[in-house]
């Protein structure tokens, strides 16, 4: 799928690999990058999982935001999304999967969950993984 226009373009640099190092070209992001322990690392730095959990999580947030203002509704206070990435092996390598957990106070929850799923068709991370990995979303 092409974009019909580039909005904006992130830039980052990693360098080491899982025990390196990851700086923004704005260097607003630099962390220090190391293997979790349960992967024989030292655990003494963030992870390419964390990082992608806290990047889909924050992204599905601003996708529920979205079709909340196309609906004329607003986010109720409190919402907040617990992402949770998983790696192991596949027959091929490596791969990921991702399971929220999405807390909508007070929405009810047929509400919630048709807002749910409206983010997850326009959510670029959403997009991005469809048919690709397993996207579990709970409503909570």
Same mark, same amino acid.
């Given at each position: 799928?092409?974009?019909?226009?580039?909005?904006?373009?992130?830039? +980052?640099?990693?360098? @080491?690999?899982?025990?390196?190092? $990851?700086?923004?070209?704005? *260097?607003? %992001?630099?962390?220090?990058? =190391?293997?979790?322990?349960?992967?024989?690392?030292?655990?003494?730095?963030?992870?390419?999982?964390?990082?992608?959990?806290?990047?889909?999580? +924050?992204?599905?947030? @601003?996708?529920?935001?979205?079709? $909340?203002?196309?609906?004329? *509704?607003? %986010?109720?206070?409190?919402? =907040?999304?617990?992402?949770?990435?998983?790696?192991?092996?596949?027959?091929?390598?490596?791969?990921?999967?991702?399971?929220?957990?999405?807390?909508?106070?007070?929405?009810?929850?047929?509400?919630?969950? $048709?807002?749910?799923?409206?983010?997850?068709?326009?959510?670029?991370?959403?997009?991005?993984?469809?048919?690709?990995?397993?996207?579990?979303?709970?409503?909570?």
């Amino acid at each position: 799928m092409s974009l019909q226009q580039v909005l904006y373009t992130a830039h +980052a640099t990693a360098t @080491g690999g899982r025990d390196g190092r $990851a700086v923004s070209s704005d *260097k607003l %992001l630099d962390v220090a990058l =190391a293997r979790p322990k349960e992967m024989g690392g030292n655990g003494q730095g963030t992870n390419p999982e964390q990082l992608f959990a806290a990047g889909y999580a +924050a992204c599905f947030l @601003g996708a529920m935001g979205f079709v $909340a203002g196309q609906q004329k *509704k607003h %986010l109720p206070a409190g919402t =907040a999304i617990d992402a949770a990435v998983g790696i192991g092996p596949i027959p091929a390598g490596f791969g990921i999967e991702v399971k929220m957990d999405i807390t909508l106070p007070g929405l009810p929850r047929d509400e919630a969950e $048709a807002l749910v799923a409206a983010a997850h068709q326009v959510c670029p991370y959403s997009n991005a993984t469809r048919g690709n990995i397993s996207v579990t979303l709970n409503v909570k």
